[in-house]
C-alpha cells in the first residue's frame, strides 16, 4: 500500500460513487477502479459492495476508512508543521555562558528589541557542545585558537571598606595570601583562572564561601565576610557602599572573554547577528566605563 493509493480509496469511500471521486481527483475512471482493485488484493478483502453501477463501503471498508482518516490528516498536515518547526529552530540561538552572564544577558534584551522573532535557549554547562556560540573566558594567552576576542580586562581585588588594605592603590597577591576568599564555584573558568595566579605567587586561596552569584559576592564583601576577585568590566560597577577595588599589582592579573561559534550551526544568519551585536555592546561598556574612569 502507498499513499495515494490509499487516498484514492478515501476519495471512493466519500462519493460512493466511482465516477464523481474519479473526477474529484482528477484522473481517469478506469485507473481509480483498478487502484482499489489492488488495494483489495493487497489486504485480501473485500472493500465495497458494489450493485450495478454504485459502490457501498462494506463493514472492512468501514473499518479501514474510519482507521485511515485520521493518519491521512496527520500526514496532510506534517509539511505545514515541519515548516513550522524549522523555522522556530532557525530563528532559536543556543547559547552556552560560561562567564560573563551580565553582559550577555544585556545584550540578549537589546537584540530582542531588534528581532523580536528570535527566541534564545540559555545554557550554562562546559561538557555542552550543542550550542550555537559559547562565551567562556580564560587567561589572555590561553584563549583557543577559535576563540572569537570579545574582550580583555583586568582582574580587581574586591575588599571590605573597613579592611586595612582599603586604602592602598594597589595590592599583590602575596598581601592577602591568609585571607579569606570569596568565590565563583570550582567548575566555573574565572574560579579557574584566579586560582592559578595564587597558584603563581605560591599560595592556594582560603576559600571560604562559594557562590556563583555576583550580588551575593558582593554582598558579602561588604559585610566583612571575606575578600574576592572581580573583574573590571564584566560584573559591572561594585556599587556596595562598604567594599571597594583595588587593582592587582604582583601578579599582573587579567582575563580575556571570547566566544566560540559553531560552524555547524543551522541558523548561523541569527547566530552571525547576535555575536555582531555582543561585540557592540561589550565595546560600548568598555568605552562607557573608560570615560568615567579618564573623568575620575
Not at 493509493?5 to 481509480?32: D, G, N, R, V
Not at 582560603?206 to 575578600?227: H, T
Not at 571570547?258 to 561585540?279: E, M, P, R, V
Amino acid at each position: 500500500m502507498d499513499i495515494l493509493q490509499l487516498k484514492y480509496f478515501l476519495a471512493a469511500a466519500e462519493y460512493e460513487h466511482i465516477t464523481k471521486a474519479a473526477h474529484s481527483l482528477h484522473i481517469a475512471q478506469p485507473a481509480l477502479s483498478q487502484s482499489i482493485k489492488h488495494l483489495e488484493e493487497e489486504l485480501g478483502v473485500e472493500l465495497f459492495e458494489r450493485k450495478n453501477r454504485g459502490i457501498h463501503l462494506n463493514a472492512c471498508g468501514k473499518l479501514l476508512k474510519s482507521e485511515l482518516l485520521p493518519i491521512i490528516d496527520t500526514l496532510d498536515s506534517l509539511p505545514v508543521r515541519l515548516k513550522e518547526v524549522d523555522k522556530e529552530a532557525s530563528s532559536t540561538i543556543q547559547l552556552n555562558i560560561l562567564a560573563a552572564s551580565m553582559l550577555i544577558t544585556k545584550s540578549i534584551i537589546s537584540f530582542k528589541k531588534l528581532y523580536p522573532e528570535v527566541k534564545f535557549r540559555l545554557l550554562q554547562d562546559a561538557d555542552e557542545t550543542d550550542f550555537d556560540i559559547c562565551i567562556s573566558c580564560a587567561a589572555s594567552d590561553k584563549i583557543p585558537k577559535d576563540g572569537i576576542l570579545l574582550l580583555e580586562e583586568k582582574i580587581l581585588l574586591a575588599v571590605p571598606s573597613i579592611s586595612k588594605y582599603a586604602s592602598l592603590k594597589s595590592i599583590s597577591l602575596n598581601q592577602v595570601k591568609e585571607e579569606g576568599f570569596i568565590n565563583f564555584s570550582g567548575a566555573r573558568p574565572f574560579r579557574i583562572i584566579c586560582d592559578d595566579y595564587c597558584k603563581e605567587k605560591g599560595f592556594k586561596p582560603k576559600i571560604i564561601f562559594e557562590s556563583d552569584n555576583q550580588e551575593c559576592i558582593k554582598n558579602l564583601i561588604a559585610s566583612n565576610f571575606g575578600i574576592a576577585f572581580w573583574p573590571q568590566y564584566a560584573w559591572g560597577k561594585l556599587t556596595a557602599k562598604n567594599a571597594v577595588l583595588i587593582p592587582i599589582n604582583r601578579p599582573q592579573c587579567t582575563r580575556t572573554i571570547y566566544a566560540i561559534q559553531n560552524q555547524h550551526s543551522t541558523n548561523s544568519k541569527y547566530a552571525n547577528a547576535f555575536l555582531k551585536h555582543l561585540i557592540k555592546v561589550i565595546a560600548s561598556i568598555q568605552n562607557t566605563s573608560s570615560k568615567v574612569a579618564d573623568n575620575k
